[in-house]
């Protein structure tokens, strides 16, 4: 564990499964903690797999709008503003190649694809299409159906892949041969989804451009997540913690684990500085 002369200059935070609870909210516990810590001084940063649009509730349940690494890395978005920072994106030509690998190494897994446009709620860019057939993972009523032509017709934040009823982790050993260094391929959950983005582009990418400018190091911060995507940012960062809920491979990989998402773990760590 990195040893800071005081609190933690830095606290980067998964949504979720690490900083919402079961009910997919932030209790009062851990927003009262992470509230004590940015007044006293420490940035607060989101790093998720979220696209931008997924963002506002997070905030209205926070009562603050923090900057967000969205889509694992390939985004830096403003909420306060409504404004994406940048983007990193799937040229149309690495999207037709991975949607050729995937036909290849899963055949019939359905793919999709998030866009992005100047904001979270840019109208004129249809932000998650997917192929006919494609089966969500989660609830997604912002879906618009197109060609698989269509769908590779324009470049991509993240392609997504998925296989109903399949590993997500299966899916990935047998993606990870194909696609080799060709793009970054990860997942969120174990429900048979893959999320792929360009190659090089994780959570702990993102969160060293957004915290760039501040002079301050990935380094520095103490991260909080459960999933492989978080893998990147909790090795990197100063002190890595793992939820008590997370994938055996985050539980394996982190400096600590704390308890599950479903009791504070989050704001059981930030309590040692903001109790």
């Given at each position: 564990?990195?040893?800071?002369?005081?609190?933690?200059?830095?606290?980067?935070?998964?949504?979720?499964?690490?900083?919402?609870?079961?009910?997919?909210?932030?209790?009062?516990?851990?927003?009262?903690?992470?509230?004590?810590?940015?007044?006293?001084?420490?940035?607060?940063?989101?790093?998720?797999?979220?696209?931008?649009?997924?963002?506002?509730?997070?905030?209205?349940?926070?009562?603050?709008?923090?900057?967000?690494?969205?889509?694992?890395?390939?985004?830096?978005?403003?909420?306060?503003?409504?404004?994406?920072?940048?983007?990193?994106?799937?040229?149309?030509?690495?999207?037709?190649?991975?949607?050729?690998?995937?036909?290849?190494?899963?055949?019939?897994?359905?793919?999709?694809?998030?866009?992005?446009?100047?904001?979270?709620?840019?109208?004129?860019?249809?932000?998650?299409?997917?192929?006919?057939?494609?089966?969500?993972?989660?609830?997604?009523?912002?879906?618009?159906?197109?060609?698989?032509?269509?769908?590779?017709?324009?470049?991509?934040?993240?392609?997504?892949?998925?296989?109903?009823?399949?590993?997500?982790?299966?899916?990935?050993?047998?993606?990870?041969?194909?696609?080799?260094?060709?793009?970054?391929?990860?997942?969120?959950?174990?429900?048979?989804?893959?999320?792929?983005?360009?190659?090089?582009?994780?959570?702990?990418?993102?969160?060293?451009?957004?915290?760039?400018?501040?002079?301050?190091?990935?380094?520095?911060?103490?991260?909080?997540?459960?999933?492989?995507?978080?893998?990147?940012?909790?090795?990197?960062?100063?002190?890595?913690?793992?939820?008590?809920?997370?994938?055996?491979?985050?539980?394996?990989?982190?400096?600590?684990?704390?308890?599950?998402?479903?009791?504070?773990?989050?704001?059981?760590?930030?309590?040692?500085?903001?109790g």
């Amino acid at each position: 564990m990195t040893q800071w002369s005081g609190p933690p200059p830095l606290i980067a935070s998964d949504v979720d499964g690490t900083l919402l609870d079961g009910n997919e909210q932030i209790s009062a516990r851990t927003r009262a903690v992470v509230r004590a810590a940015v007044d006293d001084g420490a940035r607060f940063v989101l790093a998720t797999g979220r696209p931008p649009r997924w963002i506002p509730p997070v905030v209205e349940a926070l009562g603050f709008a923090p900057m967000a690494v969205c889509a694992n890395g390939a985004v830096i978005y403003d909420p306060a503003t409504d404004r994406v920072v940048s983007a990193r994106t799937l040229s149309v030509d690495a999207l037709v190649k991975l949607a050729e690998v995937v036909g290849r190494a899963i055949p019939g897994a359905g793919l999709a694809v998030e866009r992005i446009g100047s904001s979270a709620h840019d109208a004129a860019t249809p932000q998650f299409v997917s192929s006919p057939g494609y089966e969500h993972a989660w609830l997604n009523p912002d879906n618009t159906e197109v060609s698989l032509e269509d769908l590779l017709s324009q470049p991509a934040i993240k392609l997504l892949v998925r296989q109903a009823g399949a590993s997500s982790a299966d899916m990935a050993k047998r993606l990870t041969t194909h696609i080799g260094t060709a793009a970054e391929l990860t997942y969120s959950t174990n429900n048979g989804l893959i999320e792929i983005v360009p190659t090089g582009i994780t959570k702990a990418t993102g969160l060293a451009e957004l915290i760039a400018p501040l002079g301050i190091e990935v380094g520095q911060a103490v991260a909080f997540g459960d999933m492989p995507n978080d893998l990147p940012m909790l090795t990197r960062a100063g002190h890595g913690v793992a939820m008590g809920n997370a994938h055996p491979e985050v539980l394996a990989a982190a400096a600590e684990i704390t308890a599950p998402n479903t009791e504070d773990g989050l704001a059981r760590v930030l309590e040692r500085w903001w109790g």
